[in-house]
């Protein structure tokens, strides 16, 4: 509960705990074994946020947060809990300015950033390209840069390796040599991205981080809820969103210095998704910005299982603290309570470690910073009741809040001329080319096939016609020799007779 221009937290031996708005940019832990009340310290401290003006994100892993959409449900619980609190007059059930997000398009405004937002060197981390892989990847942004291909989603991407890939021998003086090998294994290597909702992360319009950082008409602080229930399931993507989201703090946040509140606060619950198994661009982004975004005037505050869940680089950046019941059943988790103990602030009331191993649900170890920047005493605080539900919202609620948030300009998704359109065409023309000098190639064979296929008919009639000559001169022959035969033969008659005559006179 936001009170007297502090983040009203809880009691501690009848005296109230807050923490400071302008240390909220000191960053936070909220830790403490299943069932013990982080989430419920999560969503009180993001009421107040709200209250203060100041804009919350929340990734929603459980799906359970959703309730900040609607007021709270009175209880015979709820109303002892306002009066133990010393409440009563200020507390009042409500709900917040709620704004919903889900790269998946299913219970939320989409949430889309563009390829070359990204960049290839955040992407080849990403994709867990090698450095010959990475040089490769920074080729083909680099000429598609140099020919004005707009790299928007994926199948821009795609299509223009494709591209490179089937030009390479005249980039290869110019950019450096690229190896097919090389270009298959990027394109490889986006199937798992793609397949795991790439399709639907990377496009156009794509957010604007401003949009996040929004008051409504009466000074309230939107509280924004990304889904994360499926894509936490899909690592790839998941650190995708991360990695885009955090460049586009530190790239559009302008620094702010000190500051009376925050500019906005982010809230990563179930925060040990975030570091298993994650890419190791992502672990070294997050280290970055927890050092280096409070001077842009924001806080980030993890809300896990156990302090350990957290590299010790970034929890040394985590100053304000609620630290919930931990469980201490193996040696791993008896070293987990020492090492949680011993990072507050001594207490000489109580020791720290014995405390965490008692404490109920709703009850933490809490320490925030003074207004001067000096950690508090620990102390044993019974953990402030919520304003809105306590439960995830109905989707009544939810459909009425992405209603009058003003985000639908995100609802479609627009497909403007890019790599994608630009290098369509250039292959259809490609294409069309090729057919015209197929058809010219094929037209040429068959011309010569006829006019072959004329000169042998040509040289067969010739042929013929010699062959037809040649018999009528034969036969022009044998007629000359029958006549001359005849002649002969006449002739012989003739002198036959005139001898026989002449015979017959003597």
Same mark, same amino acid.
């Given at each position: 509960?936001?009170?007297?221009?502090?983040?009203?937290?809880?009691?501690?031996?009848?005296?109230?705990?807050?923490?400071?708005?302008?240390?909220?940019?000191?960053?936070?832990?909220?830790?403490?074994?299943?069932?013990?009340?982080?989430?419920?310290?999560?969503?009180?401290?993001?009421?107040?946020?709200?209250?203060?003006?100041?804009?919350?994100?929340?990734?929603?892993?459980?799906?359970?947060?959703?309730?900040?959409?609607?007021?709270?449900?009175?209880?015979?619980?709820?109303?002892?809990?306002?009066?133990?609190?010393?409440?009563?007059?200020?507390?009042?059930?409500?709900?917040?300015?709620?704004?919903?997000?889900?790269?998946?398009?299913?219970?939320?405004?989409?949430?889309?950033?563009?390829?070359?937002?990204?960049?290839?060197?955040?992407?080849?981390?990403?994709?867990?390209?090698?450095?010959?892989?990475?040089?490769?990847?920074?080729?083909?942004?680099?000429?598609?840069?140099?020919?004005?291909?707009?790299?928007?989603?994926?199948?821009?991407?795609?299509?223009?390796?494709?591209?490179?890939?089937?030009?390479?021998?005249?980039?290869?003086?110019?950019?450096?040599?690229?190896?097919?090998?090389?270009?298959?294994?990027?394109?490889?290597?986006?199937?798992?991205?793609?397949?795991?909702?790439?399709?639907?992360?990377?496009?156009?319009?794509?957010?604007?981080?401003?949009?996040?950082?929004?008051?409504?008409?009466?000074?309230?602080?939107?509280?924004?809820?990304?889904?994360?229930?499926?894509?936490?399931?899909?690592?790839?993507?998941?650190?995708?969103?991360?990695?885009?989201?955090?460049?586009?703090?530190?790239?559009?946040?302008?620094?702010?210095?000190?500051?009376?509140?925050?500019? +906005?606060?982010?809230?990563?619950?179930?925060?040990?998704?975030?570091?298993?198994?994650?890419?190791?661009?992502?672990?070294?982004?997050?280290?970055?910005?927890?050092?280096? +975004?409070?001077?842009?005037?924001?806080?980030?505050?993890?809300?896990?299982?156990?302090?350990?869940?957290?590299?010790?680089?970034?929890?040394?950046?985590?100053?304000?603290?609620?630290?919930?019941?931990?469980?201490?059943?193996?040696?791993?988790?008896?070293?987990?309570?020492?090492?949680?103990?011993?990072?507050?602030?001594?207490?000489?009331?109580?020791?720290?470690?014995?405390?965490?191993?008692?404490?109920?649900?709703?009850?933490?170890?809490?320490?925030?910073?003074?207004?001067?920047?000096?950690?508090?005493?620990?102390?044993?605080?019974?953990?402030?009741?919520?304003?809105?539900?306590?439960?995830?919202?109905?989707?009544?609620?939810?459909?009425?809040?992405?209603?009058?948030?003003?985000?639908?300009?995100?609802?479609?998704?627009?497909?403007?001329?890019?790599?994608?359109?630009?290098?369509?065409?250039?292959?259809?023309?490609?294409?069309?080319?090729?057919?015209?000098?197929?058809?010219?190639?094929?037209?040429?064979?068959?011309?010569?096939?006829?006019?072959?296929?004329?000169?042998?008919?040509?040289?067969?009639?010739?042929?013929?016609?010699?062959?037809?000559?040649?018999?009528?001169?034969?036969?022009?022959?044998?007629?000359?020799?029958?006549?001359?035969?005849?002649?002969?033969?006449?002739?012989?008659?003739?002198?036959?007779?005139?001898?026989?005559?002449?015979?017959?006179?003597?």
């Amino acid at each position: 509960m936001y009170s007297d221009g502090k983040i009203y937290m809880g009691l501690a031996d009848g005296k109230r705990i807050c923490m400071e708005p302008s240390m909220a940019n000191r960053h936070g832990l909220i830790a403490g074994a299943t069932g013990t009340g982080k989430t419920i310290t999560m969503k009180a401290m993001a009421e107040s946020f709200s209250d203060a003006g100041v804009p919350v994100f929340l990734c929603d892993v459980k799906g359970d947060v959703s309730g900040f959409a609607e007021p709270g449900v009175s209880s015979s619980g709820m109303e002892k809990r306002i009066d133990k609190f010393g409440i009563r007059n200020e507390f009042e059930y409500k709900a917040y300015p709620t704004a919903f997000w889900d790269v998946y398009q299913k219970a939320g405004h989409p949430v889309r950033a563009t390829v070359s937002d990204m960049g290839p060197e955040i992407l080849a981390r990403l994709l867990g390209l090698s450095e010959i892989q990475e040089g490769v990847l920074n080729i083909v942004f680099k000429i598609a840069d140099d020919k004005g291909l707009i790299l928007t989603d994926l199948k821009d991407l795609k299509l223009t390796l494709n591209y490179v890939a089937e030009h390479r021998s005249e980039y290869t003086l110019t950019y450096g040599n690229m190896t097919a090998q090389s270009l298959g294994a990027v394109i490889r290597a986006l199937i798992p991205l793609e397949n795991q909702g790439g399709d639907l992360f990377f496009g156009e319009p794509d957010l604007d981080i401003h949009d996040w950082i929004r008051t409504d008409e009466n000074g309230k602080g939107y509280v924004n809820i990304m889904n994360c229930t499926d894509l936490v399931q899909n690592p790839k993507l998941y650190a995708a969103f991360m990695l885009w989201m955090m460049a586009e703090l530190f790239e559009n946040l302008p620094e702010a210095g000190d500051m009376d509140k925050p500019k +906005i606060v982010f809230f990563f619950d179930e925060a040990h998704l975030l570091f298993n198994d994650a890419p190791k661009v992502l672990v070294q982004k997050i280290e970055q910005l927890v050092k280096l +975004i409070r001077s842009k005037g924001v806080g980030i505050y993890f809300v896990t299982q156990s302090p350990s869940d957290i590299p010790d680089s970034v929890l040394a950046q985590l100053s304000n603290r609620v630290q919930h019941a931990l469980r201490a059943y193996t040696p791993a988790e008896q070293k987990a309570v020492r090492a949680a103990a011993q990072a507050f602030r001594a207490n000489p009331a109580f020791k720290s470690e014995e405390v965490l191993l008692e404490l109920g649900v709703g009850e933490a170890l809490t320490s925030f910073l003074d207004a001067k920047g000096v950690p508090q005493m620990v102390e044993r605080t019974a953990i402030i009741c919520p304003q809105s539900l306590m439960a995830a919202c109905s989707a009544k609620s939810r459909k009425i809040s992405m209603a009058i948030d003003d985000m639908d300009k995100y609802d479609d998704a627009v497909d403007e001329v890019s790599a994608y359109e630009t290098l369509t065409k250039h292959f259809e023309e490609e294409k069309k080319k090729a057919e015209e000098a197929a058809a010219e190639e094929q037209k040429a064979k068959e011309e010569a096939i006829k006019k072959k296929e004329e000169e042998k008919e040509r040289a067969k009639k010739e042929k013929e016609k010699a062959a037809e000559q040649a018999k009528k001169e034969k036969k022009a022959d044998r007629r000359k020799a029958q006549i001359e035969r005849s002649l002969i033969s006449t002739g012989m008659s003739v002198l036959k007779r005139g001898l026989f005559k002449t015979i017959l006179k003597f």
